[in-house]
């Protein structure tokens, strides 16, 4: 058991009561690994912290949207909505900490939490009794909260309180806690400056040691008006969705305006009875407007039968397209309907049309002008009713200028041509897409993500997905599969070598001070082998670099420098004698 308790009459020198038993490895008012994770972007208007964006806000403006609150819709509701806001960012908190401090003991990684409390200006935290456990989920805690923002509300905007007043701050203790232990963990407010106590103290135990848990559970649940809005909501759009199912207008998902011309196109050729030829890059979802086109047309209650050209061997796609007689060849030991057969009355999709042979070109020709076939080996014609969707990503024009392709038949497949936008000329429907398949990939592999990071998205914003949405698909996929539950996906998850995106402008850091530093051409983390490689650095140097700035920055501790370079003290002792850096200290 890790513990840490406090006698509170003990003061030590750091200014708070902390007598500890179970000593944590790192200096409690010692968070630069946190205060490092913050960037002002500045020219670009965004603040980051971690892959997260973050703002910063006037407390007057949520004091008076507090006050607004609290007036419109009463104490309970208000504090509801508080203590959710708060446990909002307690779960991405211990999402970071765990991911900052792997190699620390739990304890410290726990203290992320309300060293990240103070960091951002909420709360000064002081431990007083701590026992964490994660093998056998036990937990007990006991903190005091010094200058809360919330207790300066209530001073400022609100008046006294009738019952403790730090909700965020408890509502982020309690998600905060409860993550890091993989238990429900219930902070109670014991005592508050808000309803006029002498300190604020928060006790935090599981939840089944509360007698009211169950209580105190439901202001985590969305607000009752909150709940009917979101029914409503549903309905809404699962009405919407039927609605659009009953009139065959699912056309994949998009709300640009590129995109929305696309659907008025294929509006207008879905009612009529021509081919309509798909012409797109690999990867757009050709095959998903085909199907479109087919609901949407009289034919939406026949068969739709979708065909990748390129996927068939030359010498079989005649008998699979027209089907085969009985001995027709080798190996053709009986007769067999092809997919135009299955395809009659209803919609052939043929992905890929410039890989047709010229034989199956010609067969093609003339189902398209009479509207009959034979089958390999058969000398019968058969009547078929098949409309024809043909796809291509590459141009046929060509293809006939080389003789690949008979330009009689691109006349015929080319009276209704539909161009489909690449997703780069569609970014605005990005979201949208990560949203439907972040869907999918949580059903197919039962998981809940917390979705992309911000960071993650800004770079699927910026980045060219030459494979378009398929791509976007697999990058989903992906990153569901290597995020655990409740955590969100980041960059590194999403793509294994990250995609060179425009340089991301110059990002300024917060140093250890608190002073933000003007970064030097850039800094970003993926700059800085390009410096090391372009200025010709050794890799002695930048070891020995390292070495003295992780000494520096652990005031020449070597255990301490060794912990910050995920070294053992031996290995790095070892390392500073023989570059000569441990005679000098
Ligand atoms: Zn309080």
């Not at 999402?95 to 190699?103: G, S, Y």
């Amino acid at each position: 058991m890790r513990s840490m308790s406090a006698v509170p009459a003990d003061k030590n020198k750091r200014g708070f009561s902390m007598a500890v038993s179970y000593k944590p490895q790192l200096n409690y008012l010692d968070f630069r690994d946190l205060t490092e994770q913050i960037q002002f972007q500045s020219t670009e208007g965004k603040i980051w912290f971690g892959e997260q964006r973050m703002l910063l806000m006037h407390l007057n403006a949520l004091a008076a949207f507090r006050r607004e609150m609290v007036n419109s819709m009463g104490v309970e509701r208000a504090k509801g909505f508080f203590l959710r806001l708060g446990y909002q960012s307690g779960i991405r908190d211990a999402e970071l900490a765990r991911k900052l401090r792997p190699h620390c003991s739990e304890l410290d990684i726990f203290l992320a939490g309300p060293q990240l409390h103070s960091l951002k200006g909420m709360v000064k935290v002081v431990p007083l009794e701590i026992d964490i456990d994660q093998d056998t989920g036990e937990f007990y805690g006991k903190l005091e909260w010094i200058d809360s923002f919330e207790v300066e509300i209530c001073q400022t905007e609100l008046g006294p309180m009738d019952q403790p007043a730090c909700w965020a701050l408890l509502g982020y203790a309690c998600a905060y806690t409860s993550s890091f232990m993989g238990r429900e963990i219930i902070f109670r407010e014991i005592s508050c400056r808000g309803c006029g106590d002498e300190k604020c103290v928060i006790e935090g135990k599981p939840a089944e040691q509360w007698e009211d848990a169950e209580e105190f559970s439901r202001y985590f649940k969305a607000d009752p008006i909150m709940e009917e809005l979101y029914d409503l909501q549903a309905q809404l759009s699962s009405l919407r969705i039927s609605l659009k199912k009953q009139q065959g207008q699912y056309y994949g998902i998009g709300q640009s305006a590129s995109y929305n011309k696309v659907c008025k196109m294929i509006d207008k050729a879905a009612q009529g009875k021509v081919s309509v030829l798909l012409l797109g890059e690999t990867g757009v979802g050709k095959e998903v407007i085909a199907r479109s086109v087919h609901l949407r047309s009289e034919r939406a209650d026949s068969p739709f039968v979708a065909v990748n050209c390129a996927a068939i061997p030359p010498d079989l796609i005649e008998a699979e397209l027209f089907g085969v007689e009985k001995g027709a060849y080798t190996g053709a030991n009986q007769s067999r309907e092809g997919r135009f057969e299955r395809a009659n009355g209803g919609t052939i999709f043929l992905d890929e049309v410039v890989e047709l042979t010229p034989r199956a070109q010609a067969t093609l020709l003339r189902v398209l002008q009479e509207g009959e076939l034979e089958r390999v080996g058969d000398n019968r014609t058969r009547k078929v009713n098949v409309r024809v969707i043909a796809a291509t990503n590459e141009s046929l024009e060509q293809a006939v200028e080389a003789g690949r392709f008979r330009a009689d038949l691109f006349y015929r497949l080319n009276v209704f041509p539909v161009k489909i936008p690449p997703l780069r000329e569609r970014v605005e429907d990005l979201p949208l897409l990560v949203e439907h398949f972040l869907g999918k990939f949580h059903s197919e592999y039962d998981k809940q993500t917390l979705g992309l990071s911000d960071k993650a998205l800004a770079l699927c914003m910026s980045y060219g997905w030459p494979g378009n949405i398929r791509e976007l698909e697999n990058v989903i996929e992906r990153g569901v599969i290597l995020t655990d539950n409740n955590e969100s996906i980041s960059e590194e998850s999403l793509f294994a070598v990250s995609p060179l995106v425009n340089a991301s402008p110059p990002a300024d850091c917060v140093d250890t001070g608190g002073k933000v530093t003007c970064s030097q051409s850039g800094g970003g983390p993926k700059d800085w082998f390009e410096h090391i490689l372009g200025n010709g650095i050794s890799l002695e140097e930048v070891e020995e670099t390292l070495m003295r700035s992780a000494l520096e920055r652990a005031n020449q501790n070597v255990s301490k420098a060794a912990r910050l370079l995920g070294l053992t003290r031996p290995a790095l002792a070892y390392r500073l004698k023989k570059s000569g850096i441990l005679a000098e200290t």
